[in-house]
């Protein structure tokens, strides 16, 4: 193209969440928002090596926004968060492969990646359910379009969400807002803040073991987990894994604990899971530092024996628990991730065992329809577009203004 016209491509997630891919082009230039993998079966393939970009935006650390990292070229830029970036590696090396080998140009809130003359993008920091969560205002050709990313209003960041609506973006040509909750139940939707108090009831009630079953990457949840441990009398057990996620983000977050820095949190050296860990660490010794040092402390370090000997100190978060669990006369399970998991078998077994008491204690990271709305009501975009959704036909019944139907592959142009 080689006058001013904007193409906006999304290759996926115009119906269905996760895998998202955004492709947007102006003259020669190039750019993606997200290289998803999809979550369930999709029906749209996204093969980066046929796309001619230059530039890679990165929305946030999840699989189902960079789960096609792998097929970035050395010539082409990954724009991302530094600790997103951290996280990717720590979850690729726990999996058993190395840390990414990409050139990669770190992202700062709101403030400008100038591509060209006339193609700009800034991040927009967000609140979502795990940290570096940016939306993306694109300016290309005189032309604005906005990128929500995955976001939400009642997360320990919901600032962000207020400031956003106090100074969104303006005269924005095309607005891309995720629906994720579009079909899904908005009556339940504590804050995060509640998920804590909800924790603590528990916590004080189980005359036993504690277990926590979430993501090892959503800080916030441990967050909530570790307060309520503090206000309880109980010490968090992590698994090594989800110990070095607390160390990553607390480099960069004061108010996230890491292992140094309190005595309520200990790491379990011994069994199966542990064993695991130990060589992932051990084989990439650079990326870790002092880790194992630190993990293997006096004071830090706790075995199994220790744990089962009084197990009412502890709430554990390690990734197998019942293989601890049944070692145990009985326990409660804090289930903390979204109940369509609770189908998977591991899930399962620990809802129908007898010695287990269940108690699901979550929240979303994506924002209320009624969020959504304020979101779209804000930035009052001349076009806007369902993306990380099961349900765009929804769009036109609940956002007022022009709302443009995409398929996935078909070219919007502005
Ligand atoms: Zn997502």
Redesign the pocket.
Known sequence: MEDNRVKITIHRGTHE??G?CVQITAGDRSILLDA?APLGQSTSLVDLARLDFSDLFISHP?Q??YGLIDSVAPHQTVHIGQMGRQLIDTTKIFLGGKPLDKAFSYLKNREWVVLNDSFKVMPYLMDHSCVDAFGFLVEVQGKKIYYSG?FRAHGRRDKAFKWFLADPPKEVDVLLMEG?MMGRDNHETPSEKAVEDKMLVVLREEPGACFLVSSGQHVDRLCAAFRACLRSGRTLVLDMYTAFVLRVVSRQMRSVPDINATDRIRVLVDGKTAGGHYERIKGNQEFFAGFVKDVFAKGTQIKLDELLAEPSKYLVKVSKPMRIIERLDRCSVIYSLWSGYLEEVENQELLHSPKVRFHEIHTSGHATRDDLKKFANAVKPKKLVAI?TEYPADYTKIFAGHIEPLADGQPLII
């Open positions: 969440i996760g998202t998803g999840h189902d926004h995955d994720t990380h």
